[in-house]
């Protein structure tokens, strides 16, 4: 399946196939920005804004820029980590990380 | 983006699909599907790990620092460790 990269879905734009398969790909990409909006939004707003005034501060938003990145970053460790993980667990042929 | 959840391949004709064509596609979701749900337990971890990693209060810096980077992966590995304790309790309770 390595054959299906990004250059190999767009090539036959009218392959019922490969429509499928961007589409999928597509709503999997949708469904992942959602999940970190809905978790930076959460996450910065508690932190951030501990007693909401009549509009945001400069010190406010600030704090959400710091909180954004910050978060951005701390998902890329736990991605790192984590595939790196389940990549070892799986050659080892272990029971993996099926559980989650 | 006027997808909906349950509306991918409505535009397709599904009749023009071999079934060679039909096979690689089940293995395609399969693996789409595993990825989706790697990507999900990512964002469970992340949000479990950056409360705990993270101290509470207003974020001045945008970058983990010394002690918050080795916290999130360390929090990672110790939440997969206790997950691999629950289920080899609930394997012996099955026995």
Excluded at chain 1, 37 to 45: M, Q, R, T
């Amino acid at each position: 399946m390595d054959s299906l990269g990004g250059a190999g879905l767009s090539a036959f734009p009218n392959d019922p196939k490969m429509q499928i398969m961007r589409q999928v790909q597509q709503e999997a990409a949708m469904q992942n920005a959602r999940m970190l909006v809905e978790k930076l939004n959460e996450h910065c707003f508690e932190r951030c804004v501990p007693k909401p005034g009549t509009s945001l501060s400069k010190g406010e938003e600030g704090c959400f820029t710091s909180c954004m990145e910050k978060y951005m970053q701390a998902w890329n460790t736990v991605s790192k980590q984590y595939v790196a993980r389940i990549q070892r667990e799986s050659q080892q042929g272990a029971l993996g990380a099926g559980g989650l | 983006m006027d997808l909906g959840g349950s509306s991918i391949g409505s535009n397709v004709d599904l009749s023009k699909i071999s079934e060679r064509d039909k096979q690689e596609l089940q293995q395609f979701v399969l693996n789409e599907s595993q990825k989706a749900r790697i990507q999900s337990s990512i964002h469970g971890l992340t949000d479990t790990c950056f409360r705990k990693c993270i101290p509470a209060g207003t974020i001045k810096k945008g970058a983990l620092d010394k002690y918050e980077e080795p916290c999130m992966r360390q929090c990672v590995d110790r939440f997969l460790d206790a997950n691999m304790v629950v289920l080899k309790e609930l394997e012996r309770l099955r026995q």
